[in-house]
C-alpha cells in the first residue's frame, strides 16, 4: 500500500485487530496516527472542517471600532487561524505523511462514503473561502469494515485489500506471549486453547483478542497460573458480554471441563457438537 499509495481496505470480524493493524503501522513508520471514527450521521463537515463561530464573534466585536472595511473583516474572520481542523483535513495538510484511520466505515451513511471517495481520488480539498488544499504528503489511509453493510464497489476499486480472520490457536499463543511476556506458559497455552473453544460456539458476541488480552491480564493480576471453574465464573465478564451466552457457555460445562483440567485436550474431543435442536449451528461472525 505504501508503495503504491493506495488505501488498505480492511475487512474481519469485531475485535481481531483492524484498529491495531493501523496502530502499529503508525508505530512502525514513526509517524502520527490519525484517526476518523464513522458513525451514522457523519458529514462532510465532521470529517472535514468547521469554521469557529465563537472566535469569529469575538473577533467581529473586538474590531467594530477598528475602521477596517467590511471585505477586509470579512477576509480576516474566514482565514486559516479561525478553521478548525477536523481529521480528514488535519490527515492532508502534515508536513510529514500521517497514518489515517478510517475506523468502521460501514457505519457510515452512503451519502459520506461517495464524499470520501472524492477526497481519497484526490488527496485535495476545496474551501470556499480559501481555495483548493492539496495534499503536503500523502497520508498512508487505512479503512476498517465490520461489515454491518457492503461498502460500494467504487470504493472497493479505490482500494487493497486485506481480510482479517479470528488468530488461530497457535497465532492467538503468539500474540498472548508478546503482548503479556510474563505470562505463566501453561496459562497462555489454556486461554488461547478456550479462546478456539468460544469462537466455535453460536454466541451473539464472539470474543476477539482484545476479550482475550484483557481475560489474560486478568488473571495475570489475579496470581493465577491456570485455569479452572471457579477462576473462569468469576472472571467470565471479560471475555463474553452478553447475558445469553454465559448461560449457552454454561450449558456446555461437559465440552470445555476438558481445557480446565489441564487442557491436553481440545473441547471438541470430550463430547459431540450440540445442535440446539436446530442441525449444525456456527458462530456468527462480525
Not at 452512503?110 to 480539498?125: K, M, R, T
Not at 460500494?152 to 479470528?166: G, K, N
Request: glycine share 6%.
Amino acid at each position: 500500500m505504501l508503495a503504491l499509495e493506495k488505501p488498505l481496505l480492511i475487512e474481519g470480524p469485531a475485535g481481531v485487530g483492524k484498529t491495531e493493524s493501523a496502530k502499529v503501522l503508525a508505530e512502525v513508520l514513526g509517524t502520527r496516527l490519525i484517526r476518523l471514527q464513522c458513525y451514522e450521521g457523519l458529514d462532510a463537515a465532521s470529517a472535514l472542517y468547521e469554521w469557529n463561530y465563537p472566535k469569529q464573534l469575538l473577533r467581529i466585536r473586538l474590531t467594530e471600532e477598528s475602521g477596517a472595511t467590511a471585505q477586509a473583516r470579512e477576509a480576516e474572520i474566514f482565514s486559516e487561524p479561525f478553521l478548525l481542523k477536523r481529521p480528514l483535513l488535519e490527515a492532508i495538510t502534515q508536513e510529514r505523511a500521517p497514518v489515517l484511520l478510517i475506523d468502521e466505515l460501514d457505519r457510515a451513511d452512503e451519502a459520506f462514503e461517495a464524499f470520501l471517495l472524492e477526497l481519497l481520488g484526490e488527496f485535495q480539498v476545496t474551501i470556499p473561502e480559501l481555495g483548493t488544499i492539496r495534499a503536503r504528503e500523502r497520508p498512508a489511509v487505512v479503512i476498517t469494515s465490520n461489515r454491518t453493510r457492503e461498502l460500494s464497489d467504487a470504493l472497493r476499486r479505490r482500494c487493497l485489500y486485506l481480510w482479517l480472520d479470528y488468530p488461530t490457536r497457535a497465532e492467538e499463543l503468539t500474540i498472548l506471549r508478546t503482548r503479556l511476556p510474563g505470562i505463566d506458559a501453561r496459562l497462555a497455552e489454556q486461554i488461547a486453547r478456550f479462546m478456539e473453544f468460544l469462537r466455535g460456539q453460536p454466541f451473539q458476541k464472539v470474543p476477539g483478542v482484545a476479550e482475550s488480552l484483557d481475560w489474560a491480564l486478568a488473571l495475570i493480576r489475579l496470581h493465577r497460573d491456570a485455569l479452572d471453574e471457579q477462576t473462569l465464573e468469576r472472571t467470565l465478564g471479560t471475555i463474553l458480554k452478553v447475558h445469553d451466552d454465559w448461560e449457552l457457555l454454561r450449558a456446555q460445562r461437559a465440552r470445555y471441563e476438558p481445557l480446565l483440567n489441564g487442557g491436553a485436550q481440545a473441547a471438541s474431543d470430550a463430547a459431540p457438537a450440540p445442535d440446539y435442536g436446530l442441525g449444525t449451528v456456527r458462530a456468527r461472525r462480525g
